[in-house]
């Protein structure tokens, strides 16, 4: 089976396995090795008494991409540190966008920049995540689908 297709898997399962990420309506669009891309729309629940979006559902939103992206190797990995910058307000019912890139894995650390995007690219808060490997698979060699076309 190929990398991304591996991401790809282990992406939609722990979202699967996930209470938060389903709730709120994450949805994944890319997932590949050291990468993940999801999406959600901003609900009214969402939002803090300014009537804009809630710091925390954004941390929430760019640490999902974050661990999709850390874990896409099938090897757990959890958050050892996380910090985020917000540059922009984000309005109920906007989409917004998480992508998470890998900068770099040494051992068992790994560092990880996240960009929220609203509608037309317009930049929200950028994450920056550190990942520590459990070791482990995320999912069990038993359960992952072999892709066809390797």
């Given at each position: 089976m190929?990398?991304?297709?591996?991401?790809?898997?282990v992406a939609s399962t722990m979202l699967a396995r996930e209470g938060t990420g389903p709730f709120w309506g994450v949805e994944i669009e890319e997932a590949g090795e050291g990468y993940a891309r999801i999406r959600m729309?901003?609900?009214?629940?969402?939002?803090?008494?300014?009537?804009?979006?809630?710091?925390?559902m954004l941390f929430a939103?760019?640490?999902?991409?974050?661990?999709?992206?850390?874990?896409?190797?099938?090897?757990?990995?959890?958050?050892?540190?996380?910090?985020?910058?917000?540059?922009?307000?984000?309005?109920?019912?906007?989409?917004?966008?998480?992508?998470?890139?890998?900068?770099?894995?040494?051992?068992?650390?790994?560092v990880y920049a996240v960009s929220v995007r609203g509608e037309a690219g317009r930049a929200i808060a950028e994450f920056q995540g550190y990942s520590r490997s459990l070791g482990g698979p995320v999912i069990e060699s038993g359960l992952i689908k072999e892709d066809i076309n390797d």
């Amino acid at each position: 089976m190929g990398a991304d297709e591996t991401a790809r898997q282990v992406a939609s399962t722990m979202l699967a396995r996930e209470g938060t990420g389903p709730f709120w309506g994450v949805e994944i669009e890319e997932a590949g090795e050291g990468y993940a891309r999801i999406r959600m729309v901003l609900r009214s629940d969402m939002l803090n008494g300014h009537g804009i979006a809630h710091g925390g559902m954004l941390f929430a939103l760019a640490d999902t991409a974050f661990a999709y992206a850390c874990n896409s190797r099938n090897v757990k990995n959890v958050a050892a540190q996380a910090s985020i910058v917000f540059l922009d307000a984000a309005r109920e019912g906007e989409t917004l966008i998480a992508e998470a890139r890998e900068q770099a894995v040494a051992g068992r650390a790994g560092v990880y920049a996240v960009s929220v995007r609203g509608e037309a690219g317009r930049a929200i808060a950028e994450f920056q995540g550190y990942s520590r490997s459990l070791g482990g698979p995320v999912i069990e060699s038993g359960l992952i689908k072999e892709d066809i076309n390797d």
